[in-house]
Nanobody, 129 residues
Framework: QLQLVESGGGLVQPGGSLRLSCAFS????????IGWFRQAPGKGREGVAC????????KYAESVQGRFTISRDNAKNTVYLQMNSLKPEDAAVYYC??????????????????????WGQGTQVTVSS
């Protein structure tokens, strides 16, 4: 059974940093990509970043490019999202999700949340002074 558990959310001032973690388990292949998504109140879900199974490739939303970094430690079964220079508009519930891609890629459709096989419960990020 696939399981993902996010942690690391909290309150941070504008310009500050947070690191989110996504602990995963139950993967049945070696080719699971992991995506980070977010959803703010009254807004749709947005794909933030995605990383391939080996951790060698990543893609980002334009809104976070250069500020957020996704990384992966497969020995610890954990994916991270380092968020720097946070803005009030980054405030949201952040979710990680896993998808079995069959090979070691980040697909062009990585923002399509409906394609993912399992989701975590989310962690709240608040950016406010």
């Amino acid at each position: 059974q696939l399981q993902l558990v996010e942690s690391g959310g909290g309150l941070v001032q504008p310009g500050g940093s947070l690191r989110l973690s996504c602990a995963f388990s139950g993967f049945t292949s070696d080719y699971y990509g992991i995506g980070w998504f977010r959803q703010a109140p009254g807004k749709g879900r947005e794909g933030v970043a995605c990383i391939n199974s080996s951790g060698s490739k990543a893609k980002y939303a334009e809104s976070v490019q250069g500020r957020f970094t996704i990384s992966r430690d497969n020995a610890k079964n954990t994916v991270y999202l380092q968020m720097n220079s946070l803005k009030p508009e980054d405030a949201a519930v952040y979710y990680c999700a896993a998808v079995d891609l069959g090979w070691d890629i980040v697909p062009e459709w990585w923002r399509a949340g409906g394609e993912y096989d399992a989701w975590g419960q989310g962690t709240q990020v608040t950016v406010s002074s």
